[in-house]
């Protein structure tokens, strides 16, 4: 099928790519011609395992494509997805105004049947206000081309995104225009593997699945942050809460993990549009919802408090060895990750800060830049000569069984700040650490 892109982000080169490697004919467009420049050369702007290989792969096999022309993307595909940002507004509510700028791309450009495909994470009601946009820009041309539009929400985790799309959980399409669901579903026909996969459903519902899907787990997420802070005052271990809550099939045992908050590009941002597209489009105050948001705030001190805690609140002279700064491992995303409260906190009590992270410190220089204070290592050893803790805020795979012996030597004093619970406590306090996990 012809399949065309708007938008290469995160969510728009995977789902193009993996269209592409199914057999699809696809063509992505970007308005930042820099961007286009880069994935033409094989490269891609973003970290995201198995990707760069996928749009490489794809590229040479010539069926992905790359484009800043409108009217050539609007005029190559059937199916036309928009995967363009909707970055939050000042007031937490999403920004429209790309989706609706790609909208009225096509209605003004498109001269035979389109599906409008929304992938980007949108408001409820959004799909109308495409519809509309596209039927306006017809109407202004004088045509009555038909077109319909569909909501298709991704579900896509960083780091593990190809995976993701390549072998889904489930494929939610809403709409009502048979032929729109007919080809999403030949679209979606490889993806499917050995039993169905995608759920039908009017065009709203599906809005909403995306916004729900991301506040559960956030919810869960702010709970156990909360009952971890609760079990360490009544000495209980929230490692063992976990495992004894997550037996329960009703519970389960994923996103029941405590830390210094969840961040990213999803959560922060989706659980706020929720509450405020309650507030002023149903008059509704999401009171759990705000709760949430409220705590996963609170929890991203978590570290700063802890370490505080033990080096009291002037950290004037102080030097803090840092292990991670993305918002989670295998991605250098530094949106909203809960490092960079706790970076700003240290600083601010008058410590200096070394960090090391696998991907992430590049993306931090620059989203750091000027900031003083702050340095970089070449490794986690190299972070710790003469500091007077180590704080690890990202549960990146090398960092699970470091040497202590080590640690203890280059370290002024054997404190441990570990917001991800990566070690065994009494393991580590038996090595003579002063340890202080989140919960136990
Ligand atoms: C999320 C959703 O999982 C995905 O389905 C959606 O499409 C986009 O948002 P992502 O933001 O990539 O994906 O990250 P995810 O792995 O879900 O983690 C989000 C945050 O929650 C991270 O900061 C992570 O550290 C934190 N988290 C996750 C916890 O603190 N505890 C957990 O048990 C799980």
């Given at each position: ?50 990707l ?76 109308d ?29 960083e780091?593990?995104?190809?995976d ?37 459903t ?9 916004y ?26 929230i ?55 409220a ?7 978590v ?7 033990r ?130």
């Open positions: 099928m012809k399949v065309t892109v708007v938008g290469t982000g995160y969510v728009g080169l995977v789902s193009g790519a993996c269209l592409a490697e199914v057999g699809n004919d696809v063509l992505c467009l970007d308005v930042n011609p820099e961007k286009i420049r880069i994935l033409e050369s094989g490269g891609i702007p973003i970290y995201e395992p198995g760069e290989e996928m749009v490489a792969r794809n590229v040479a096999a010539g069926r992905l494509h790359f484009t800043t022309d409108v009217a050539r993307a609007v005029n190559h595909g059937t199916i036309q997805f928009i995967a363009v940002g909707t970055p939050p507004d000042e007031d937490g509510s999403a920004d429209m105004q790309y989706v609706l700028a790609a909208a009225r791309n096509i209605g003004r450009l498109m001269t035979d049947y389109k599906v409008v495909v929304d992938k980007s994470t949108v408001p409820v009601g959004t799909a206000k495409v519809k509309a946009a596209i039927a306006d820009e017809l109407a202004q041309r004088g045509v009555d081309t038909p077109f319909a539009v569909v909501s298709n929400p991704e579900f896509l985790k780091g593990a995104a190809v993701d799309f390549m072998r889904p959980d489930r494929i939610v399409v809403g709409g009502s225009d048979e032929q729109a669901i007919f080809l999403m579903r030949a679209l979606y026909a490889p993806f499917q593997r050995n039993h169905e996969r995608l759920v039908v009017d065009v709203r519902s599906a809005e909403l699945i995306k729900a899907a991301n506040a559960m787990l956030a919810t869960r997420i702010s709970f156990m942050n909360e009952l971890a802070n609760l079990a360490e005052k009544l000495g209980a271990d490692e063992m809460v976990r495992q004894g809550i997550g037996s329960d099939p009703r519970i389960g045992y994923h996103f029941l993990y405590p830390g210094a908050g969840y961040g990213g590009s999803c959560f922060p941002k989706d659980v706020k549009a929720l509450i405020q597209t309650a507030a002023t489009d149903a008059n509704l105050e999401l009171k759990v919802l705000k709760a949430v948001e705590a996963n705030d609170a929890q991203k001190q570290l700063a408090r802890k370490l505080k805690q080096l009291g609140d002037d950290l004037k002279g102080r030097h803090i060895a840092l292990w991670g700064l993305a918002f989670k491992p295998n991605t250098d995303d530094m949106r909203e990750a809960p490092s960079l409260s706790f970076i700003h906190e240290v600083l601010a009590a008058g410590a200096t800060v070394t960090a090391y992270d696998p991907a992430a410190m590049e993306e931090t220089q620059r989203v750091l830049k000027g900031v003083q204070g702050l340095s970089y290592a070449k490794s986690p050893n190299e972070t710790l000569e003469g500091a007077d803790a180590l704080v690890i805020v990202t549960e990146w795979k090398e960092f699970r069984s470091p040497d202590f012996n080590l640690i203890k030597q280059r370290l002024k004093q054997p404190l441990i700040v570990d917001g991800r619970n990566l070690y065994d406590p009494a393991f580590v306090r038996r090595m003579g650490f002063d340890y202080l996990p989140i919960g136990r």
